[in-house]
């Protein structure tokens, strides 16, 4: 099976940058998705196809893809990004999800 | 805007058949692509399977063999049967739409812009 694996936590202050990677064999081939998921609600597309914001998504989300590790970062991280963000490729015709990062705002 | 929304039984017994139907709106089940995921609770997004405006349909390898989807474009929904459920099949179950990814004039499904809110299953006797 294709696994994909991100950090369990990260810690960032408020008005800092937060990165989260996300690796996998081959990931740089591949697109990568991004999806923020708060308490009790459902995910939410923050980036397609590696560093694509759908419309309504603060600038200070990006991507990027680099060889095997995909990063999400948020410039200036405000409390409200507090969640849980999990990565999302194609492979071999199956989706397949990150393990998921829970990012805190101290 | 496309709505999404989840319905079904929410207590379902060990070894009984899950069936989840997901109802569009605002939007055609004929255009394209539809998945279901699930998330068990305190646990991470796991794909189960999706399918085409045409009926193509893809599973993950680990619930295939236990995993139908369905389209019913007259009622304009498409639909999850999961078999032989057991305890650990208890989990928030999504319904959600894919973007479409065209790449050398050939479309597949991108990454998923609309949710439904979820559903929660139970398995219980």
């Given at each position: 099976?294709?696994?994909?694996t991100?950090?369990?936590?990260?810690?960032v202050?408020?008005?800092q940058t937060?990165?989260?990677t996300?690796s996998?064999?081959?990931?740089?081939a591949?697109?990568?998705?991004?999806?923020?998921?708060k308490?009790?609600?459902s995910?939410?597309?923050?980036?397609y196809?590696?560093?694509?914001?759908?419309?309504?998504?603060?600038?200070?989300?990006?991507?990027?893809n680099?060889?095997?590790?995909v990063?999400?970062?948020?410039?200036?991280?405000?409390?409200?990004?507090?969640?849980?963000?999990?990565?999302?490729?194609?492979?071999?015709?199956?989706?397949?999800?990150?393990?998921?990062t829970?990012?805190?705002?101290? | 805007?496309?709505?999404?929304e989840?319905?079904?039984?929410g207590?379902?017994k060990?070894?009984?058949t899950?069936?989840?139907?997901?109802?569009?709106?605002?939007?055609?089940?004929t255009s394209?692509?539809?998945?279901?995921i699930?998330q068990p609770?305190?646990?991470?997004?796991?794909?189960?399977?999706?399918i085409?405006?045409?009926?193509?349909?893809?599973?993950?390898?680990?619930?295939?063999s236990?995993?139908t989807?369905?389209?019913d474009?007259?009622?304009?929904?498409?639909?999850?049967?999961?078999?032989s459920?057991t305890a650990?099949d208890?989990?928030?179950?999504?319904c959600?739409r894919?973007?479409?990814l065209?790449?050398?004039?050939?479309?597949?499904?991108?990454?998923m812009?609309?949710?439904?809110?979820?559903?929660?299953?139970t398995?219980?006797?």
């Open positions: 099976s294709y696994d994909l991100q950090p369990p936590s990260v810690s202050s408020p008005g937060a990165t989260i996300c996998g064999d081959e990931l740089g591949k697109f990568a998705y991004w999806y923020q998921q308490s009790n609600q995910p939410l597309l923050i980036i196809e590696d560093n694509k914001r759908p419309s309504g998504i603060p600038e200070r989300f990006s991507g990027s680099s060889a095997n590790i990063t999400l970062t948020i410039t200036g991280t405000q409390a409200m990004d507090e969640a849980d963000y999990y990565c999302q490729a194609w492979h071999n015709n199956a989706l397949v999800f990150g393990g998921g829970k990012l805190t705002v101290l | 805007q496309v709505q999404l989840e319905s079904g039984p207590l379902v060990p070894s009984e899950l069936s989840l139907t997901c109802s569009v709106s605002s939007g055609s089940i394209d692509y539809w998945s279901w699930r609770p305190g646990k991470g997004l796991e794909w189960i399977g999706y085409s405006y045409s009926g193509t349909t893809d599973y993950n390898p680990s619930l295939k236990r995993s989807i369905s389209l474009t007259s009622k304009n929904q498409f639909s999850l049967r999961l078999s459920v650990g208890t989990a928030v179950y999504f959600a894919h973007t479409t065209t790449l050398f004039g050939v479309a597949s499904a991108g990454g812009d609309v949710w439904g809110q979820g559903t929660t299953v398995v219980s006797s």
